[in-house]
């Protein structure tokens, strides 16, 4: 039976329950209700209070007891139950956690969960994709995946890091996303995109839930005559600065394609170092396209004209290959 | 001026009086540590800072000495640390030796930071001590998560966290002590209340009269302690660390103090108003302790002179350590950003 990415990622946390007792949760409402979500559905149940610890509405606090609690033997998997919520702990974590392992070599093994992404009718405040503002700061790590697959093995190698890894699950994906998963043990490394679809014309650098957009969009294009290729990054820090270099100077065009808006956006990142390292392979200019630089509104025509989709993806792609 | 007189600060604790006989040996200890740790902060304050050896940030405890030597010295070597930036005898007490702290103000290999971090910003995980960042109220909910991890892992250590008034107004404060009493952890707060927060005087920080006053409203005991007495400090540590250990969750102290400097040696402190430097240097704990130890015959000033001067060598050596210690080396500017 296939597996959900909702599932995917709550069998990689009991997995590591299992595994280590030394892991454990905390956040809002995960316990007796089973988180917002329901991603921790049943580890109350199976692991007690101890291990699945339901904490006071407070998001700082939250994010510094995992950070203290890491320091002294525990690996903490820390809820924010949005991803909108999360610039309430953001001292803790960009001046707290990604700084102690570099400023007094203490290691911080936390994992931040981030239910994130629009397009549900959240409105401002529950549908932001804050993954730049963590992007800038070096000591974190910063994990975006779109499979369940990926979700599944991405969760577990994140509780095994010895580092703070910020964990960006798209709210959208959580019941879309279907797959069979391999019945035995895996992980999917930190700090590795993959190809999700070969092509020859143009490379499309993405991640989480516009992973789909652009495999929506490349089904077009391919009837259309032009080869899109997908790039996956699935982590964005550290980046896989090589994959992503590979797949353009085979393409020789690229298109940045993000949820997140578009101003200061990771694009902005991904388009200069392409820029800086392929500029000799291309045949055209790296294009941006991501949502528009508004809050995220709530009624749909507004959020719909909002994000990204297919067709703005397939119009860019056809002005890169005519260009 | 009486040791008595000197004690009457209000609400209190008053351990030399109440105390028929406090320990001769663990005065000495409080007199090392204090006179040690005032010795190097004079040192990095008014000779390397002023020669230009040590650059940036520098921010001393003069007069606050008794706080971390009275409250570390109470706890037990395995009970973890949260020194704020006005506690360097806690360190001592812990065991980083003064020649690791030049080192770190002069941003050497041999500081606890090896340069990648100045001043009081330093921490050891061996030695169970958690560096400070600075927006010190952060370190509240890290210290309530080190506590958790004690209780989590059964153990019967607890974690002492030290932090100024202007600490108490920041959101993670509340969060962190809040999180630590409804989990009923291991914790010891430990506020020096020394009535400034760089410019501002606690009154403009808060509107109740102590910081102490905050504990019934998160449901945690709290006292008021005498700051500038190691012995108050000591032994309300103590209570408030057998509360900890004995499962019934955090517990306050507010040790008034006062700051006999500026924030920073860049800052003359011209916002306070100069007598209160009079009053509060008569309450000076390193004078009462030496006062003390002569008067209950415990030491002679010639016995108090020699153990001063001692120090002093002590801490000349350090400083001669530490100037030989290597500057870091470029090369190494992107080590360890990651494991």
Known sequence: ?323 | MAATELLALPGASRMLEESPDPNAELAQRFHYYMFLMREVEERIEKKLYRQGKIVGGVYVGRGQEAISTGAAMAADPEDILFPCHRDMAAYFIRGVHPRQVFAQYMGRVGGLTGGRDGNMHMGDLRLKIVAIISAIGAAIPVAAGAAFAQKYQGSSNVTLCFFGDGATSRGDWHEGVNFAAVERLPLVLICNNNQYAYSTPVEKQMACANVADRGPAYGIPAEIVDGNDPFAVYAATQKAAAHARAGLGPYLLECKTFRMTGHAAHDSASYVPQHLFAEWGARDPILRMERLMVEKGWKTREDIDAACLRIRQEVDEAIQWAEQSPFPDPATLLDNVYE
């Open chain 1, 1 to 323: 039976m296939p597996t959900t990415y909702l599932e995917a990622i709550r069998q990689g946390i009991w997995e590591e329950m299992e595994r280590d007792p030394n892991v454990f949760l905390l956040g809002e409402d995960i316990g007796a209700y089973g988180g917002a979500f329901k991603i921790t559905a049943g580890m109350l149940e199976r692991f007690g209070e101890r291990r699945v610890v339901d904490t006071p509405l407070a998001e700082a606090g939250i994010a510094g007891a995992a950070i203290g609690a890491s320091m002294f033997g525990l690996r903490p998997v820390a809820e924010m139950q949005f991803s909108d919520f999360i610039t309430c702990a953001f001292d803790q974590i960009v001046n707290f956690a990604a700084k102690c392992r570099y400023r007094w070599n203490a290691p911080v093994p936390i994992v931040i969960r981030s239910p994130s992404g629009g397009g549900n009718r959240g409105g401002p405040f529950h549908s932001q994709n804050p993954e730049a503002w963590f992007t800038h700061v070096p000591g974190l790590k910063v994990v975006t995946p779109a499979t369940a697959y990926d979700a599944k093995g991405l969760i577990k190698s994140a509780i095994r890091d010895n580092d703070p890894v910020l964990f960006f699950e798209h709210k959208g994906l959580y019941r879309r996303v279907k797959e069979d998963l391999p019945p035995e043990e895996y992980t999917v490394p930190i700090g590795q995109a993959r190809v999700f679809r070969e092509g020859r014309d143009l490379s499309i650098i993405t991640y989480g839930a516009m992973v789909y957009t652009a495999k929506e969009a490349a089904a077009t294009l391919e009837a259309e005559g032009i080869s899109a290729e997908i790039v996956d990054l699935r982590t964005l820090l550290p980046l896989d600065e090589e994959t992503i270099l590979a797949s353009v100077r085979k393409t020789t065009r690229a298109l940045v394609l993000h949820e997140d808006t578009l101003t200061g956006g990771f694009g902005g990142e991904i388009a200069a170092r392409i820029t800086e390292s392929a500029f000799d392979c291309l045949d055209a200019p790296v294009v941006r396209i991501a949502a528009a630089d508004t809050p995220v509104p709530f009624s749909a025509p507004l959020e719909d004209a909002f994000l990204p989709n297919a067709d703005k993806v397939m119009r860019k792609a056809r002005w890169l290959c005519a260009y």
